[in-house]
């Protein structure tokens, strides 16, 4: 009892120091350390890499590096207060599922079987800024904060308190691996923020926000039926073009005053 005594003071601080507000402004609670989740990114990238095939085309790896370049630094411009990765490794995998992720400590993986449905560079700037969203809103943290509640902070403790030995058993509660970023259930309400900073971030970027909307209709056709709204965690396709359109006006604003990007070949 007299270390949980001792204990219960030190939770608070840090469920204190965990309270932030995201990018755009919605609170949240994230209490692993930017640090470690930064190092657990980049050893998901890695065993990824080691595991997965690259893809070897080289039109499409310019493709994919001159559009995630071109977001990376639109974001940074966008957003300059939220925690931006010093540096980005991008990486196009021979998988070809349609899919695309973005880890902490500035990891983007893309599918080559993405570029099915992405059939534009701008169509692919809103699957990049999406995933890149994700990142600088910190969603990765704050899911893991929700899932495992007073156990992340018990494991961030016992982190503090045994430094490299803590660092595998955590990385295994909290299901970290290959997976991650992958199979994270993000909530609706984080796949809505990540969509508003994508769309944000495509604009400022020079990317025509409209065609966000051409993505998901083509998401939409690629992916037949989808479970019930109120039993995923992931918005509707409908439900998710609305709230686009809903701030379409600003994001056209942006665009017309940005350089255009070129990343056509």
């Known amino acids: 009892m007299w270390r949980w005594r001792c204990l219960l003071p030190f939770l608070a601080m840090l469920m ?13 609670l ?19 890499r080691r595991q997965q095939p690259i893809e070897g085309d080289a039109a499409v790896n310019r493709l994919v590096h ?6 990376v630094d639109a974001a940074e411009v966008r957003y300059p207060d939220a925690g931006m990765p010093e540096t980005w490794e991008v990486v196009v995998f021979d ?22 449905v992405a059939e534009t560079p701008a169509q692919l700037a809103a699957v990049i800024g999406h995933e890149v969203g994700h990142v600088l809103a910190d969603h990765g943290n704050e899911r893991f904060t929700q899932q495992l509640g007073i156990k992340a902070v018990l494991l961030v403790v016992g982190l503090f308190s045994e430094g490299e030995m803590a660092r595998e058993p955590m990385m295994q509660a909290l299901g970290i691996g290959a997976r991650l970023g992958i199979a994270l259930p993000f909530s609706r309400a984080h796949e809505q923020e ?17 065609q966000s909307v051409a993505l998901w209709r083509n998401m939409a056709e690629a992916g037949g039926s989808q479970p019930p709204e109120f039993l995923s965690t992931h918005p509707a396709h409908g439900s998710r073009i609305e709230a686009l359109q809903g701030h379409m006006e600003d994001a056209l604003a942006a665009f017309r005053s940005a350089p255009p990007a070129d990343c056509s070949g």
């Open 16 to 28: 204190l120091a965990g309270c932030d507000k995201t990018p755009t402004g919605r609170s949240q």
């Open 30 to 48: 994230a209490l692993v350390p930017d640090g470690l989740m930064a190092e657990m990114g980049v050893d998901a990238f890695a065993q990824m």
């Open 66 to 71: 001159c559009v995630a370049r071109s977001v």
């Open 95 to 116: 998988d070809p599922s349609p899919n695309a992720f973005a880890l902490p400590g500035g990891r983007i993986g893309v599918h080559k079987g993405l570029l099915r």
């Open 194 to 210: 990540a969509d508003q900073m994508g769309l944000a971030i495509m604009a400022k970027a020079g990317f025509d926000p409209r």
